[in-house]
């Protein structure tokens, strides 16, 4: 059974910066792509940053190009998500998540992914 536990979650100001890891195990972490994904309150779970299997290719919705990175390391079995520049737009509970199937898009939706983890806060105020 593939388990997904997130950390480093927490309080910002915004401009500020956090990293978050998602820590793999049950499979071959290295055999596949990692996904974020963030549920701002009242809003739908929507796609972050995506890393394929080797993690060469990487990812981003736009509004987070730029201040976001998505890096893995198949050694640790560890995806993580830097974030600079947090804006208060960023708030949201950010998940990591990871597809059945090596063969994968990065366009799918969260239905998608039976795997995920249990979800860090990021609150960036203002």
């Known amino acids: 059974q593939v388990q997904l536990v997130e950390s480093g979650g927490g309080l910002v100001q915004a401009g500020g910066s956090l990293r978050l890891s998602c820590a793999a195990s049950?499979?071959?972490?290295?055999?596949?792509?990692m996904v974020w994904f963030r549920q701002p309150p009242g809003k739908e779970r929507e796609f972050v940053a995506a890393?394929?299997?080797?993690?060469?290719?990487?990812y981003y919705v736009h509004s987070v190009n730029g201040r976001f990175t998505i890096s893995r390391d198949n050694a640790k079995n560890t995806v993580y998500l830097q974030m600079n520049s947090l804006k208060p737009e960023d708030t949201a509970v950010y998940y990591c998540?990871?597809?059945?199937?090596?063969?994968?898009?990065?366009?799918?939706?969260?239905?998608?992914?039976?795997?995920w983890g249990q979800g860090t806060q990021v609150t960036v105020s203002s």
């Open positions: 998540a990871a597809p059945s199937s090596r063969t994968w898009t990065s366009n799918w939706p969260p239905e998608m992914y039976p795997y």
């Open positions: 049950g499979r071959t972490f290295s055999s596949y792509p």
């Open positions: 890393i394929n299997w080797s993690g060469d290719s990487t």
